[in-house]
């Protein structure tokens, strides 16, 4: 599959010999050095109660318009879960608390071709005003079987999933 490195990612960072690209690492055939095709690690939360979900409208590319979980990239030194916390309220101006580790899912970031790791969160409301802001342009309740059917990403439908098994208690 091409990605975001398989396109972009096309000299050694250490001698800028041209890399020989090979499934999921690209390999210096002057150094040796081997750049590893890694995902983007990323998280979302599930803000959830009633048997709603509250989801964002995006306010950027990808995918601008389309209704999406919070969440995003997992900044350097932070944890998953530190990330969570901090997308929640960069989105939805809320204080949450992690109540539930659901998973994790592949996706790829719109057509950037980023492939990315979603680590997927139940949380829950600990203050605050719902306000959308940063890249969302709007907030939404949501009941769990009456999801617009175009979200933003693949893995919406993925996590959606997880939440409705975890509220059933599976």
Known sequence: ME??????????????????????????PNCNFTYYLNPAPCTVVLIHQNNQVLLGKRAIEPNFGTWDLPGGFIEVGETA????????????????????????????????LVPTLVFVYAVEIISGEIKAQDDISELKWFDLDQIPSVVAFPTVNTCLDMLRAYLRGE
Do not use: F, M, W
Not at 3 to 28: D, E, F, M, V
Not at 103 to 112: F, H, K, V
């Open 3 to 28: 990605t975001y490195q398989s396109r972009n990612i096309i000299y050694c960072p250490k001698c800028q010999t041209k890399l020989a690209h090979n499934g999921n690492a690209a390999t210096c």
């Open 81 to 112: 879960e530190q990330g969570a916390i901090r997308e929640a309220h960069e989105e939805t101006g809320l204080e949450v608390k992690i109540t539930k580790y659901l998973g994790s899912a592949p996706d790829i970031y719109g057509d950037t």
